[in-house]
């Protein structure tokens, strides 16, 4: 027994460098991440349906029947952003508010309507007092600018 000794020599197996199956398998799941992640990003543009525009077409007519001025411009004011959204989707205008939502309306409204200098009273209309005189050609400008947004 005494002339018997440890083996000496032998290290533990490293895990690197991996086989060829393992590596085929990592960069096979790196390749999918990335086609994942450029999939994502470069979707096809959702092509807008018509049921939309006939929906909120029958809500911009309703406006007129609104009696309260205050009223209105809450109508509109929702009506607007759901129209900006469903034409140009919910990741390009929703988030916007203040005057960033009107410098945004102003450069992609159809009709070229001035909504930084005409329409300051949709961003003011939270802030105002409930007994606050809206004025009507100012509301009916909004209504009709907001007909130019539905064609």
């Not at 290290?11 to 994942?36: C, F």
């Not at 092509?47 to 809450?74: K, M, Y």
Request: proline share 6%; with cysteine; charged share 20%.
């Amino acid at each position: 027994m005494e002339e018997l000794r440890d083996i000496k020599g032998l290290e533990a197996i490293s895990w690197y460098p991996l086989a060829p199956g393992w590596l085929l398998l990592i960069a096979g799941g790196l390749l999918l991440i990335l086609l994942i992640i450029r999939w994502r990003r470069v979707q096809p543009a959702k092509i807008p349906s018509v049921a939309w525009q006939t929906v909120a077409l029958s809500e911009w007519q309703q406006l007129n029947q609104i009696e309260s001025p205050r009223q209105q411009l809450e109508a509109i004011a929702v009506l607007l952003r759901r129209i900006a959204m469903q034409r140009y989707g919910r990741e390009t205008c929703a988030s916007l508010t203040g005057y960033e939502w009107l410098y945004w309306l102003t450069t992609h409204d159809p009709q070229q309507f001035d909504w930084v200098a005409e329409a300051q009273i949709l961003i003011k209309l939270p802030y105002m007092p409930p007994t606050a005189e809206i004025d009507q050609l100012q509301l009916n400008k909004l209504i009709n600018a907001v007909r130019a947004w539905l064609n």
